[in-house]
Nanobody, 123 residues
């Protein structure tokens, strides 16, 4: 199983961005997917997750209300759309697989981290 995150870049504050996480070596309905981010000098934190059935999801308080996690099974891709970006959203964004399928905010349940994508928000 491999993951690859795409879609980062340099954006202005208050703009929107959609990140993509492509899964290979498996199918999304086997796994929960979590989006995490790590700012320089900080630990990797979960910001959103989606269960394997896509019936359960969760968001960190820092992004709740301005972010949406979704998926396209045909593309084996999970998306994270973020609106009203702030300088505090600047980080490397990663996605990880939870093989239990349940999902949740704890980084220890995730594996197969892909190479992250850098998001830089300019104010």
């Amino acid at each position: 199983v491999q993951l690859q995150a795409f879609g980062g870049g340099l954006v202005q504050a208050r703009e929107s961005l959609r990140l993509s996480c492509v899964l290979s070596g498996g199918t999304l309905d086997w796994f929960a997917i979590g989006w995490f981010r790590q700012a320089t000098g900080n630990k990797r934190d979960n910001i959103a997750w989606l269960s394997s059935s896509a019936t359960h999801s969760g968001y960190a308080d820092s992004v709740k209300g301005r972010s949406t996690i979704s998926r396209d099974l045909a593309k084996n891709t999970v998306f994270l759309e973020m609106n009203a970006l702030e300088a505090e959203d600047t980080a490397v964004y990663y996605c990880g697989v939870d093989p239990t399928g349940y999902g949740g905010p704890w980084s220890g349940q995730y594996q197969h981290w892909g190479k992250g994508t850098q998001v830089t928000v300019s104010s």
